[in-house]
């Protein structure tokens, strides 16, 4: 396994929509165990593969039960609503609040391109619905409402 380079605010990348994946192969799990460093290494709780320049529909979440791998995502319904503070790996000290659904159905593919449904609540599905918007060239600043100040974010 190895850490990827992360792509930062202002690579043109970040702004481009992903293409599905169609080739379940050592290459696609070797990519995604090398996301899963690279997210650990960051202090992540999610990492798109745009984020480290593959431009597929592929991304991991981790919000403290391990890592949920969804590759050619899709979500089927959303519920509810949150205001919470978000970030993102590839906008490093950027912080705001966004609004996001409480509640989040998906369905997606394992690394094996066998389907799953799988439903979450609160970070697990504010989690889904940022690092699906990478999969379509939508960063966390196009979400938010505001941004967060220093001094916002000390008392966090």
């Not at 380079?5 to 481009?16: F, H, V, Y």
């Not at 609503?81 to 609004?99: D, I, T």
């Not at 389907?115 to 989690?127: K, P, S, T, V």
Request: glycine fraction near 8%.
């Amino acid at each position: 396994m190895a850490i990827r380079n992360m792509r930062t605010e202002g690579d043109e990348i970040l702004s481009k929509k992903s293409r599905p994946v169609e080739v379940f192969d050592q290459k696609l799990w070797d990519l995604l165990d090398d996301m899963k460093e690279t997210m650990a290494e960051h202090n992540g709780v999610g990492l798109a593969g745009v984020q480290v320049g593959y431009l597929r529909r592929l991304f991991i979440v981790d919000v403290g039960d391990g890592v949920v791998e969804f590759i050619n995502p899709q979500i089927l319904e959303t519920s509810g609503e949150q205001f919470v503070v978000e970030g993102c790996l590839s906008f490093p000290g950027k912080w705001g609040m966004a609004r996001r659904p409480a509640h989040v159905k998906a369905r997606a593919q394992d690394r094996n391109g066998n389907w799953f449904e799988i439903e979450g609540d609160d970070l697990m599905a504010q989690a889904i619905c940022h690092e699906y918007d990478h999969l379509d060239g939508i960063v966390f600043l196009d979400r938010i409402e505001r941004r967060l100040t220093e001094e916002e974010l000390k008392e966090l």
